[in-house]
């Protein structure tokens, strides 16, 4: 199974201001998928995080809001700007398996409040 | 729209018998389901999973059955053990496990 670091693991920020998550894997891949998770709800896809081209955004989140970077194919970050209380939620990365479409892993996730 | 929907929010269970956890799901153009477990401030684990060209898929203690008819899937976990205790989250995707839509997840409490 693929190891994900994800930096940090919980942030208490300011509303206004911008805070940026890390994601790191031990062995390249082709996509990152971000993941939001708002307290009590399921987990929603913001976008998939492709290296060498812009990021594919779902429905509902865009750019401006979750700029997102792939410099390589072991890394990815997500910045979550502009915060507002409504963005406090747990944020995941999460990478395909080394078994192409049959499995999925998540880092440990980065807990965001924002007061 | 919640196109995949885990109906019980909590499940609790003799140590030792069988769990069974259920999901339904709406889309039809799902071909591919997986199961996570999920304890506080750790990412998902994935468990299982199976294509819909399968109905039964099988792993140890856990078995997942897809039921394409009724969109419907299960997971079975037996004997069920105090370390199975966690958030269970059902997942669908078309075309393999890329872009997932997640269920609202399931809390099972094994008892001793």
């Known amino acids: 199974s693929a190891v994900i670091s994800q930096k940090p693991s919980r942030d208490i920020c300011q509303r206004g201001t911008s805070l940026t998550i890390q994601c790191q894997v031990d062995?390249?891949?082709?996509?990152m998928f971000w993941y939001r998770q708002q307290p009590g709800q399921s987990l929603t896809l913001i976008a998939t995080?492709?290296?060498?081209?812009?990021?594919?955004?779902e429905s509902g989140f865009v750019i401006d809001k979750f700029p997102i970077s792939r410099p390589n194919l072991t890394f990815s970050t997500l910045t979550v700007s502009n915060m507002s209380p409504e963005d406090s939620s747990i944020y995941l990365c999460?990478?395909?398996?080394?078994?192409?479409?049959?499995?999925?892993?998540f880092g440990q996730g980065t807990r965001l409040t924002v007061v | 729209d919640q196109q995949v929907k885990q109906n019980s929010p909590s499940l609790s269970v003799q140590e030792g018998r069988i769990s069974i956890l259920n999901c339904d799901y709406t889309?039809?153009?799902?071909?591919?389901f997986l199961w996570y477990k999920k304890y506080p401030a750790e990412g998902p684990t994935f468990l299982i999973s199976?294509?819909?060209?399968?109905d039964k898929n099988e792993d140890g203690r856990f078995t997942v059955f897809l039921n394409k008819s009724a969109k419907h899937l299960s997971l079975h976990i037996v004997p069920s053990q105090p370390g199975d205790s966690a958030v269970y989250f059902c997942?669908?995707?078309?075309?393999?496990?890329?872009?997932?839509?997640f269920g609202q997840g399931t809390r099972l409490t094994i008892n001793p």
């Open positions: 995080a492709n290296q060498g081209s812009e990021a594919t955004y």
């Open positions: 889309n039809s153009m799902f071909d591919y």
């Open positions: 999460s990478v395909e398996g080394a078994r192409m479409n049959t499995e999925a892993f």
């Open positions: 199976i294509s819909s060209i399968k």
């Open positions: 997942a669908a995707s078309h075309g393999g496990a890329q872009k997932l839509v």
């Open positions: 062995s390249q891949v082709t996509m």
